[in-house]
């Protein structure tokens, strides 16, 4: 199997997730794009599991989705709690702190 | 067939067992209702637990063994990195006993989360595979973000916290890319397969292999706020609660510099020729940023910040040696580190809960003569970070430039030492402060200690800096002086760790 394929995939993910980071400026968005940086990992991993084949890399992309979740929730309760104290949900709008 | 379960060597892995089990504890006792319970019982189980976990390492001091199928191996450089981090955490649950933070994020959640993280770098510092690696490294950043945001009715908590989460995850995905690709490359997620893999065959020149490397360094470098992956540090550092500050200042430097170790120094120590110059620009590039970075701050908690990156540049110097003087040097420096960033937190907290101008440099104006002993620590401190002989600072930056002179990059060591010269520049700016200026006339010792706070109804009485702070600050301000006077049981232990990674000579 061509390898060469599913890696073009994967970065064209991992790039769609990064310039969405970059970009964009609503917290939720940044969160989904940075959902997507992994799961470009996920592909990967799968990708190469499948051409050494063993079960490592399938391993790994389970503990990745796990931590995917973790995250998006630590996030989502971050936004809440912005929303909450009525704070700009705008990353670009928060900057209290600079200098 | 059923699957064999891997042995599991129990009294290897207790340290980590007491922490988690600790973590569970202090959130379940946190549930109950008297508020004796929650404000006195909850922090003293998590340092008890903190003891616990260090006692462990005591007990199992010596040991080289593999835990769980080779995922991660107790040596005495995880032991040593864990002593690290499990003072750093207890110092922490001292410097918050009496902080709005726990208060607000009512205090079991509060001190599990802290117990959590330092499990996590536990974990990572100890790791011997991939998969752990990076399970260790979110096990110990998702609890920070939480707990970076967890004054959650000041605006800049909430800001830092919603930003570390977000660079700090764009760290983590591009870590995770990083290490699919090093899997990619040579077949195995095991540290021994990996070594195996580079030194059997001419991978070396790999596409797959390089991409993992630079994209794994980067993911670390977010972590360890090594330039040019630093900009988030000073926002996040001001912005968090103070004893999480001094947390992740020092605990969080060292578990990322242990896996830094464990990665390059053990995983990847036959690609030394693909990363070495790389990382060695890196550490030049954060040495003069960090340095240059805080020159002009008034904050001194962004002023730490900026320090500590300019601290990760000469961290990074031991590792890109990839010697075993390298990795003493890197272990004796986090200590000093641990002991310098402490008790100048300490000091920080005392000034921000006895002035209304919190963490501003002003507040420190005068210090000398309104209260020596703080000012006597911070000046130990903030010399010791500037590197002047006869505290812990000059030690360890002496033997992170000979480990760099013995390992080819004396250009190095003459970066570290002009980055040297210019902290004082800053460093000496705060000394000025607290002895060459007025105390401000008004005094300003009626504040609540808590200026920032919108909405004061949290009707427990304003935290005082009480005498815990206080100890922590002489504690730690002693052992900076004691250790840059009396540096032979530092240097021991050092050299003990050196011989946990095999594979370097």
Same mark, same amino acid.
């Not at chain 2, 983590?172 to 095991?190: C, E």
């Not at chain 2, 590792?319 to 300490?346: E, S």
């Given at each position: ?25 609503? /917290? ?59 704070? /700009? ?11 | ?15 980590? @067992? ?7 504890? @202090? ?23 903190? &003891? ?93 973000? @939480? ?28 870590? %995770? ?39 794994? %360094? ?62 060695? &620009? ?9 340095? @240059? ?68 440099? &002003? ?143």
């Amino acid at each position: 199997m061509n390898i060469g394929w599913y890696l073009a995939v994967s970065t064209l993910i991992f790039s769609i997730g990064a310039a969405g980071v970059l970009t964009r400026r609503n /917290p939720l968005v940044i969160l989904l794009c940075l959902e997507l940086m992994l799961n470009a990992a996920n592909v990967a991993l799968i990708a190469f599991a499948r051409m050494h084949g063993n079960g490592e890399g399938q391993i790994f992309a389970i503990v990745v989705m796990v931590v995917a979740a973790c995250e998006v929730c630590i996030g989502l309760g971050v936004v809440v709690a912005l929303y909450r104290r009525r704070l /700009p949900i705008d990353v670009d709008e928060l900057r209290e702190l600079q200098g | 067939m059923t699957p064999k379960a891997p042995i599991i060597d129990w009294a290897g892995l207790s340290p980590l @067992v007491a922490l988690l089990g600790g973590a569970v504890i @202090v959130l379940l006792v946190g549930l109950l209702r008297p508020r004796f319970v929650r404000e006195v019982i909850v922090p003293l189980l998590a340092l008890a637990t903190f &003891a616990t976990a260090a006692g462990l390492g005591i007990w199992q001091w010596g040991e080289q063994i593999s835990l769980i199928s080779g995922a991660l191996r107790l040596d005495q450089l995880a032991i040593a990195l864990m002593w690290i981090i499990c003072a750093t955490g207890a110092a922490a649950v001292l410097l918050s006993w009496r902080a709005v933070a726990p208060r607000e994020a009512a205090h079991g959640e509060y001190y599990a989360l802290l117990l959590t993280s330092a499990a996590g770098m536990l974990v990572l510092v100890a790791a011997q595979n991939l998969v752990t690696l990076f399970a260790g490294l979110e096990l110990l950043s998702i609890p920070l973000y @939480v707990l970076c945001a967890t004054e959650m009715r000041r605006e800049t908590s909430l800001e830092s916290g919603l930003k570390y989460l977000i660079i700090g995850s764009v760290g983590s995905a591009t870590f %995770v890319y990083g290490l699919a690709f090093l899997y990619g490359a040579t077949g195995s997620t095991d540290f021994a397969g990996i070594d195996r893999a580079l030194n059997s065959s001419s991978l070396v020149s790999d596409p797959l292999l390089l991409t993992g490397i630079a994209l794994s %360094v980067v993911g670390l470098g977010f972590k360890a706020s090594i330039a040019p992956f630093h900009q988030w540090t000073p926002d996040v550092y001001e912005g968090a609660p103070t004893p999480i500050t001094a947390f992740m200042a020092v605990a969080t430097k060292a578990a990322a510099f242990g896996a830094f170790l464990r990665l390059f120094d053990g995983a990847l120590l036959n690609a030394q020729a693909d990363w070495g110059p790389a990382l060695a &620009a890196l550490a030049a590039i954060t040495i003069v940023v960090g340095n @240059v970075g805080a020159l002009g701050q008034t904050s001194l908690k962004r002023l730490m910040a900026w320090s500590s990156v300019a601290q990760a540049g000469y961290l990074l110097a031991g590792v890109v040696v990839a010697t075993k003087l390298g990795l003493q040097a890197t272990v004796f420096y986090l200590a000093v580190y641990l002991f310098m960033n402490i008790a100048a937190f300490a000091v920080i907290i005392i000034r921000e809960r006895q002035t209304p101008l919190g963490d501003d440099i &002003a507040a420190f104006a005068g210090l000398g003569t309104t209260a020596p002993l703080p000012a006597a620590v911070m000046t130990v401190a903030m010399l010791s970070l500037a590197g002047i002989p006869a505290t812990a600072g000059f030690i360890g930056k002496f033997y992170v430039i000979e480990a760099a002179i013995d390992g080819n990059y004396a250009w190095l060591g003459i970066v570290i030492v002009i980055g040297s010269m210019l902290s004082l520049a800053y460093y000496l700016r705060v000394v000025a402060a607290m002895w060459m200026l007025e105390a401000p006339e008004a005094p300003v010792s009626t504040v609540t200690g808590r200026p920032a706070l919108a909405g004061g109804d949290l009707d427990a009485p304003a935290p005082g800096a009480g005498i815990e702070v206080y100890a922590v600050a002489a504690v730690f301000g002693v052992a900076t002086l004691f250790f840059g006077i009396v540096p032979s049981p530092l240097f021991d232990l050092a050299v003990k760790v050196g011989s946990s990674l095999t594979s370097l000579f």
